[in-house]
């Protein structure tokens, strides 16, 4: 039998330490009544100049809401939900302007078996398999110039965006890479699916660790995204705050050889554990 853990940790970045701003990131995690687990990353726009932490969590929030009321995988992130999502940023319900609530997401919702994965924006996901090997696959806008959920607060952006990805002209590149391989692979997605948020599904059969991450993940001086990742995966304990104990010692560990997080930092990620049968 396989058991189900989960847990997030989000971190601030140097350069907005240096600059005395809040960390722009947010995660969250948790169970649901039947045993599901779900976690999510949220990545407030730097470029905004705006005060993006309140709409990552805003967004975040709204998110984990709409999980809560699901009954399947296939009542995640459907088009209903992610209107619903859209209205309650429309309202601006912590005020501000509407630069305020670009930020991008990633979140994932699993059973024992299968996840459902979304993502509007850019960031990234991975996985561990049994066999040890860690492939993580990221998201990247031409210009890293993302859609973000927060533009149907500013309409004459969100139709640029719609009137280019309608005529074909914009893409978002995937680009996975995996341990133990040289290569890369790349695989351009139509814009047109990220506008609604970009859906997948994972197989967890053979993985024994899913995980979700801002696009901080690649932006750790002197390490690739890949060598950070794996490093964030290697749990050895996976009780209680499991995640949060593994990345702050690979921080502790990169900041005394001299990499250290220039953007905020977000993770959550799940652990499928082997459980014997009649085990509590």
Not at 155 to 160: C, E, F, G, K, S
Not at 182 to 207: C, H, K, S, V
Request: proline content about 4%; aromatic content about 8%; hydrophobic content about 40%.
């Amino acid at each position: 039998m396989q058991r189900l853990t989960v847990d997030h940790y989000f971190t601030i970045g140097s350069s907005h330490a240096r600059a005395g701003e809040p960390c722009q990131d947010y995660a969250l995690s948790g169970t649901l009544k039947d045993g599901r687990v779900y976690g999510i990353v949220t990545d407030g726009c730097s470029g905004a100049k705006a005060r993006t932490d309140l709409g990552a969590r805003v967004l975040a929030l709204a998110m984990e809401a709409e999980l809560q009321h699901t009954q399947t995988l296939e009542d995640c992130f459907t088009q209903a939900s992610i209107q619903r999502i859209r209205t309650h940023l429309q309202a601006m319900p912590l005020g501000g302007k509407p630069q305020d609530y670009l930020a991008s997401i990633v979140a994932f919702c699993a059973t024992s078996t299968s996840a459902k994965l979304f993502m509007a924006g850019d960031g990234a996901y991975a996985t561990r398999q049994t066999n040890g090997t860690v492939q993580i696959t990221e998201a990247f806008w031409p210009d890293n110039a993302p859609y973000y959920l927060g533009y149907c607060l500013q309409p004459t952006v969100a139709a640029q965006f719609t009137a280019s990805a309608a005529k074909g002209a914009l893409s978002v590149q995937l680009s996975t890479h995996t341990t133990n391989d040289d290569t890369n692979t790349t695989r351009d997605i139509p814009a047109q699916d990220f506008l609604q948020g970009w859906t997948t599904e994972i197989d967890l059969t053979n993985t024994t660790a899913l995980a979700i991450c801002s696009d901080g993940i690649s932006q750790i001086s002197k390490l690739a995204s890949l060598e950070a990742t794996t490093a964030c995966l290697a749990f050895k304990n996976y009780e209680g705050s499991f995640v949060k104990r593994r990345a702050m010692k690979a921080l502790a560990q990169w900041e005394k050889n001299g990499p250290i997080p220039q953007d905020d930092f977000s993770i959550a990620a799940l652990a499928r554990m082997h459980r014997e049968e009649g085990a509590p």
